[in-house]
RNA sequence: GCGCCCUUAGCUCAGUUGGAUAGAGCAACGGCCUUCUAAGCCGUGGGUCGAAGGUUCGACUCCUUCAGGGCGCGCCA
């Protein structure tokens, strides 16, 4: 609908442009937009004011202009002139119905697949080896896989990139000290620990000087493929990975084994890739290293910014690492589209490598970077949560104290679930809770991690949501042989559920373009919201309900749910029959 | 010192490419379960959109300055 009223605006534009009221070259931009008031019709454009200036005329006089312009037709029923200019209209109720079925009858409800598919790279999670997944590691795993899932449903082909941190300095200690542990007692069962293991190893590393002499041979050894140390690192790898597997499992979390592209993947890139920034007089040797000078990112007296991409001892910095990444997720994977999810403290650093791997010419014309970037995680003093020396909060525990505590809330309430459900629906509301209380914020601003605030289950949360779903399931369960058919709308409850219904492409869209599944969150809030009213106001499996408002009303039911569910699952989030 | 980001109700956050009276949830208070699941619905109170200028018919939104907070800055990742 909001796509014909264009139309018919961009037509009265074009003809105002043959008629010489407006200069041939002005650019108009036609807006049409929802509108907060429903006074105020439908849709609205504030196109008047907008040519009041050209036109060298009063925005009420072009609005009159423009409205006696419009072809009247069945589905717009009135259009009004309000306010300074505004011009508003207003949708036949027999419109809206016949758009609602054909949502329904969409396997997609309405949102278009695109038509230009694009090759989308998605480079999230990245956890760390050797360390276990903790509370903030939640925001990028979490919204990079609702990313990924909202682009795949428009129809364009997504790599998830699980860019894990399984290359450093650090693997010699840990190496070492993987070694000692497996010479102490056969079996690796300690493992089990492994922010323990990490800080046993560090301890080690700095109070034990054989122990260092040893961890740092490894480090040389390991860089130049020393089989041994590949073997144990490899060991290193695959225990964290299987590991942050059961997160994910958990989680719902669409990552696999195959998806994990970690930074020493791009090793042997790294010599070449300096050689070829030198040949193209981009790196330049200075006081034994190896650095690009950056103009873009000059200060205001003009002097460029440094960026090393090679140590003076020949070792290679992790902006080497990602701008071959970027290189190799280009040639290689032949992205269209690189988003990174991490937090706002490795901006600048993304922009520099960026503008490197451009100015080296490994990025294509066209091809977009972006940084889904996100505040960082404070603890109650404010302060930032450090990963490195432990005292952080496992991921593991949150999601345990999450179904502790959905599951003390079932407990509680008077409902007649079976126990072979109650599990599910415990696990089910428990993750959608968790995940939901971070997709729902795009903040880009720091968090206080709290408890109560990441484990709620009313309002705003992904349980509520839950909520209405399965209230709808147990209207169907209750219409019994009543179908869903002709939907006519005639009390308010109903005309405003089903103008959310007609917005959900829009919304997609939306999400999509500016990497956001909080709007996603939003929308199906609201839709929630509008069908609990509906619910409150609209009877359906009651005698005096007539069939066929029953039918309507069911049909609705069904919109509602199909778009509850499709939004949910775009955001790995799943729904429940019961609850 | 240089640079990037942020500031909306007591708390957590929304607020479409600038639009009509800035919205939710939590917390507080008052209603609603013999009626399709009360994880719900309805109502009340709560705001100098960090501050001041500027652009505009119109600014939470764009520009400038300032204050406050966070982060980053040549050999860690």
């Known amino acids: 609908m909001k796509q014909k009223i264009q139309d018919i605006l961009t037509g009265i534009v074009e003809q105002f442009k043959k008629d010489n009221l407006i200069p041939q070259d002005s650019n108009v931009r036609v807006m049409i937009e929802n509108t907060k008031d429903k006074k105020n019709g439908d849709y609205a454009t504030n196109l008047a004011m907008l040519l009041a200036k050209p036109m060298k005329k009063k925005p009420q006089e072009i609005a009159s202009l423009i409205v006696n312009s419009i072809p009247v037709s069945n589905e717009i029923t009135k259009v009004e002139i309000a306010g300074p200019g505004f011009i508003n209209f207003f949708v036949s109720k027999n419109y809206l119905a016949a758009q609602v079925e054909a949502i329904l009858s969409d396997d997609h409800l309405g949102v278009k697949v695109t038509d230009k598919p694009e090759t989308v790279v998605i480079d999230y999670s990245s956890p760390n080896?050797?360390?276990?997944?903790?509370?903030?590691?939640?925001?990028?795993?979490?919204?990079?896989?609702?990313?990924?899932?909202?682009?795949?449903?428009?129809?364009?082909?997504?790599?998830?990139?699980?860019?894990?941190?399984?290359?450093?300095?650090?693997?010699?200690?840990l190496i070492a000290y993987l070694e000692k542990k497996e010479n102490e007692n056969a079996s690796n069962?300690?493992?089990?620990?492994?922010?323990?293991?990490?800080?046993?190893?560090?301890?080690?590393?700095?109070?034990?000087?054989?122990?260092?002499?040893?961890?740092?041979?490894?480090?040389v050894k390991l860089q130049s493929g020393d089989e041994y140390c590949l073997k144990m690192w490899k060991k290193l790898v695959n225990i964290t990975m299987v590991?942050?597997?059961?997160?994910?499992?958990?989680?719902?979390?669409?990552?696999?084994?195959?998806?994990?592209?970690?930074?020493?993947?791009?090793?042997?890139?790294?010599?070449?890739?300096v050689e070829d920034l030198v040949n193209k007089n981009l790196a330049v040797k200075d006081d034994g290293a190896m650095v690009v000078y950056l103009k873009s990112f000059a200060d205001k007296d003009g002097n460029p910014r440094c960026v090393i991409?090679?140590?003076?001892?020949?070792?290679?910095l992790y902006t080497t690492t990602d701008i071959a990444c970027t290189k190799y997720r280009c040639e290689t994977l032949g992205a269209n589209r690189i988003i990174c999810f991490a937090d706002s403290r490795q901006h600048e650093h993304l922009m520099m490598s960026w503008e490197i791997a451009r100015l080296a010419g490994y990025v294509p014309e066209g091809v977009v970077l972006e940084h889904g970037a996100f505040g960082m995680m404070l603890g109650k003093d404010g302060k930032p949560f450090k990963t490195r020396d432990g005292g952080t909060v496992k991921l593991k525990d949150l999601l345990n104290e999450a179904e502790s505590r959905a599951a003390e809330l079932i407990s509680q309430r008077n409902n007649d679930l079976p126990d072979n459900l109650k599990d599910e629906v415990i696990k089910t509301v428990a993750m959608g809770a968790v995940k939901y209380a971070d997709l729902s914020k795009n903040r880009t601003t720091d968090y206080v991690f709290d408890w109560d605030n990441m484990l709620t289950f009313e309002g705003n949360t992904a349980p509520y949501l839950q909520y209405a779903y399965s209230r709808i399931q147990s209207i169907f369960k209750k219409a019994g042989e009543a179908k869903p058919g002709k939907i006519v709308i005639t009390t308010p409850e109903e005309e405003a559920l089903a103008q959310q219904f007609v917005k959900f492409n829009e919304v997609v869209n939306n999400a999509a373009n500016k990497i956001a599944p909080h709007i996603i969150c939003t929308y199906v809030y609201e839709l929630a919201g509008l069908f609990m009213r509906f619910y409150e106001a609209c009877p359906i499996n009651k005698d005096e309900v007539a069939e066929d408002v029953k039918a309507s009303r069911l049909a609705l039911c069904k919109a509602a749910s199909s778009i509850i569910k499709t939004g949910l699952n775009m955001l790995g989030i799943n729904v429940l029959d019961r609850m």
């Open 243 to 273: 590991q942050n597997q059961e997160i994910y499992n958990r989680l719902n979390i669409s990552l696999t084994e195959k998806d994990i592209m970690g930074e020493s993947l791009y090793n042997p890139m790294l010599k070449p890739l």
């Open 189 to 219: 069962l300690e493992l089990s620990d492994l922010e323990a293991f990490y800080r046993e190893a560090k301890k080690c590393y700095e109070s034990d000087e054989e122990f260092a002499v040893k961890a740092r041979g490894y480090v």
């Open 129 to 173: 080896v050797a360390k276990e997944m903790a509370v903030h590691h939640i925001r990028s795993t979490v919204i990079g896989d609702a990313v990924v899932r909202i682009l795949e449903f428009l129809g364009h082909k997504v790599i998830r990139a699980n860019h894990i941190g399984d290359w450093g300095t650090q693997f010699g200690m």
């Open 309 to 316: 991409v090679q140590k003076k001892d020949g070792g290679f």
